[in-house]
């Protein structure tokens, strides 16, 4: 309980029980607290105290469980912070809620949550209070701290004056964990070390660098793997290839074929047809390398999951498209499922009216675009004459649509990925477009609720991020690829050349 003393300074106190049923008050802040009192002092100054700010928790919650021998502590104004997404009917409302049931567990057993409880990596995690009125003996740098930041009601700025005050009763390091840029910059300039959190982000190189890998081999290997369609070549010539990556063999500077490296250690060839064949449709021919490694991906029976990276135009979107509706035809899949994460770019319109189908076209109209492409019959371009009613009968209505045949008849699915949680999903061949805005956590749900025989296809562009919650390196579509890189059932692709247009390649390139 916080009290006001006599010279105006606030003083914490706790209640012990007495003999005969009262309480008498301890005093434990104002000047004569103790350090440990508030959790200011580490458990031992042999590891270091890591603070965590809200949105890694946000983030990740079991960012509690990753810092292993090191002392984690968590103020009490980032619980203040959690409190007000917990109610949140969303993930990062889950997440909230989560952090909060794992704190509660573990500060079961404390006697006091501010002196730290033992967790299992062999570190300690506790709370901190950050209270300036029972802190009078503030050091220079903290003074400092608050006249350049003389707002000390924002929680971002009772985070960075905490570990000033951690910095100043430890001798082991103070590290801020956070994924805030702006307040990496503020901790940095008053001399507060500071971190981005990188457990679940991917090395750099592997969302920048989008060429195809080139394993050199002999005239005869070459010769021989075009006759027999595969190879094998020792461990030393394919280190750092992954199962079922997509790799160029080549002698001297023309003469390559692709090929990929199957589970069983063998390079073998693409085994592609030459178009992809839509019914009453449009046929759809690869147009460059990527692409063929694509549907060779698409069309494997043994790989259940396709990871794409690709920038705007390269045909993420339609190639998958297409692949799943000529193996639907062909009935290796019951139907397909197309999918998308509901984030906007830049400012909304409001609230869409209609049922849920109406709502979610705008989001979904880059599918039905795709669609429509891949499944109009093939007529005469230009506008179409419009047909007179008959004598004495009433005008045609609209034909629909093939694409809405197969909507009505549920062989086709193109649905919110919001209500996925929950479902299990057998024999589909799933898309999901735009994966990039996925955080891990939902990217985990989605990959979880394949059931057997189904296939899942992530697309995205790393590089197109309209989510503030996840980056480049940290987003759902990285985050799969990085976790289940070399599982025999697992592929990847990613797309460097653009076929939509010389505008949008060029776009794409230099803006």
Request: some cysteine.
């Amino acid at each position: 309980m916080i009290h006001r003393t006599e010279e105006g300074q606030s003083a914490l106190f706790e209640e012990t029980p007495e003999h005969g049923g009262g309480a008498r008050r301890k005093r434990v802040g104002g000047e004569s607290a103790k350090p440990t009192d508030f959790g200011l002092t580490a458990p031992s100054q042999l590891a270091k105290n890591y603070v965590l700010d809200t949105n890694v928790l946000l983030h990740d919650p079991a960012a509690l469980e990753r810092f292993q021998e090191n002392h984690l502590c968590i103020l009490v104004d980032v619980l203040s912070e959690l409190d007000k997404f917990k109610s949140e009917q969303t993930e990062r409302g889950a997440n909230a809620r989560r952090v909060h049931r794992r704190l509660t567990e573990m500060f079961s057993c404390a006697e006091k949550v501010t002196r730290g409880v033992t967790t299992e990596g062999g570190g300690t995690v506790r709370l901190v209070i950050y209270d300036p009125a029972s802190c009078p003996k503030n050091s220079d740098q903290l003074n400092r701290f608050h006249r350049i930041f003389p707002d000390r009601e924002r929680v971002d700025h009772r985070i960075l004056a905490a570990c000033l005050l951690l910095m100043q009763h430890n001798v082991a390091p103070v590290v801020l964990v956070t994924k805030d840029i702006n307040m990496q910059l503020k901790a940095r300039s008053v001399g507060i070390e500071c971190q981005d959190y990188l457990n679940d982000k991917v090395d750099a190189r592997e969302v920048s660098n989008y060429d195809v890998r080139r394993i050199e081999v002999d005239p005869s290997e070459l010769h021989r793997f075009a006759s027999a369609g595969e190879l094998a070549i020792s461990e030393d010539r394919t280190s750092g290839v992954a199962i079922n990556e997509y790799v160029l063999l080549g002698t001297g500077e023309k003469q390559t074929i692709p090929a990929r490296l199957a589970p069983d250690g063998r390079f073998v060839r693409l085994n592609i047809p030459e178009v992809l064949k839509i019914p009453d449709g449009q046929s759809l021919k690869p147009l460059n390398l990527g692409q063929r490694c694509l549907i060779d991906a698409l069309l494997n029976p043994d790989i259940s999951l396709v990871t794409c990276y690709g920038h705007a135009g390269t045909g993420k979107t339609l190639v998958a498209v297409a692949a799943g509706l000529h193996e639907m035809f062909n009935r290796k899949y019951n139907g397909i499922t197309v999918s998308r994460p509901v984030v906007a770019m830049g400012d909304q319109l409001g609230f869409l009216p209609g049922s849920l189908d109406e709502k979610m076209r705008p989001w979904l109209q880059p599918i039905h675009d795709a669609l429509d492409l891949l499944m109009r019959p093939n007529t005469p371009l230009g506008p179409r004459r419009k047909q007179q009613p008959k004598a004495g009968g009433a005008a045609p209505s609209a034909m629909k649509k093939p694409y809405e045949l197969l909507m009505e008849q549920g062989i086709l699915e193109i649905e919110a990925l919001c209500y996925i949680r929950g479902r299990s999903i057998p024999n589909r061949f799933f898309i999901l477009d735009e994966a990039q805005q996925l955080t891990p956590q939902e990217a985990k749900t989605i990959v979880t609720r394949m059931s057997r025989d189904s296939k899942l296809v992530l697309v995205g562009d790393p590089a197109q991020i309209d989510n503030p919650y996840v980056d480049s390196r940290s987003n759902g579509l990285v985050y799969t690829r990085n976790r289940l890189k070399g599982q025999p059932f697992v592929g990847h692709v990613a797309l460097n050349r653009g076929e939509r247009s010389e505008l949008a390649e060029a776009g794409a390139q230099l803006m």
